[in-house]
């Protein structure tokens, strides 16, 4: 069974610009959560996707936003992209539900931003 | 701040030998656990989990002791193999609806030795 996978592999952008980053889930999960994780730090929690709906929302400016397509697939965007902004993003799957259900990881998406 | 934290950067251990990584939470509403590994250029893979409801889970070579009193947990790999070289990040989510983001911690590179 394929996991998760991201699109592209690396991304390079220039401040100011606009970053989108794709992500497909397991076959059967429906839920998609995004995380960052910069150079040094830890995971942190960006956005929670399921059924199509925004669920819950990790402390980034507005500039961070997403979406879930249909087939559950999700996209996030970065707006007016600023330095620090460079990070490894990572894409999450996991079954429905709420509460105690592990989440699977994709291989991440590398921003640079210069 | 910092809920989630596990505050050895790094630990070495002979091929063979037992490896324990620690980590601590702040938050007592987290009730549900887990560790994941992560190699280079790889998403973090998920290895274990445990409810608040228990204080321990094996699966093969992998156990994790929660010590809820103390708000501790330990992943516990024996036999320590080359294999498990690599960066182990625990990560905690809260009970109730709504918050089924992870809060991770900032990792603990593993070197076993041959």
């Known amino acids: 069974e394929a996991g998760v996978t991201q699109s592209p592999t690396h991304l390079i952008k220039t401040r100011g610009q606009q970053a989108t980053l794709r992500c497909s889930p397991i076959s059967g999960h429906t839920s998609v959560y995004w995380y960052q994780q910069a150079l040094g730090l830890g995971l942190q929690f960006l956005l929670w996707y399921d059924e199509g709906e925004e669920r819950n929302r990790g402390n980034f400016p507005p500039r961070f936003s997403g979406r879930q397509f249909p087939n559950y697939s999700s996209e996030l965007n970065v707006n007016a992209l600023e330095l620090e902004d460079s990070a490894l993003y990572l894409c999450?799957?996991?079954?429905?539900?709420?509460?105690?259900?592990?989440?699977?990881f994709g291989p991440g998406t590398r921003l640079t931003v210069l | 701040d910092q809920q989630v934290k596990q505050n050895s950067p790094s630990l070495s251990v002979q091929e063979g030998r037992i490896s324990i990584l620690n980590c601590d939470y702040t938050n007592s509403m987290f009730d549900y656990f887990l560790w994941y590994k992560k190699y280079p250029a790889e998403g973090p893979t998920f290895l274990i989990s445990?409810?608040?409801?228990?204080d321990k889970n094996e699966d093969g070579r992998f156990t994790v002791f929660l010590n809820k009193s103390a708000k501790h947990l330990s992943l516990h790999i024996v036999p320590s193999q080359p294999g498990d070289s690599a960066v182990y990040f625990c990560?905690?989510?809260?009970?109730?609806?709504?918050?089924?983001?992870?809060?991770f911690g900032t990792g603990t590179r593993l070197t076993v030795i041959p």
């Open positions: 445990i409810s608040s409801i228990k």
């Open positions: 990560a905690a989510s809260e009970r109730g609806s709504g918050a089924n983001n992870l809060f």
């Open positions: 999450a799957s996991s079954l429905p539900g709420v509460g105690r259900r592990a989440q699977y």
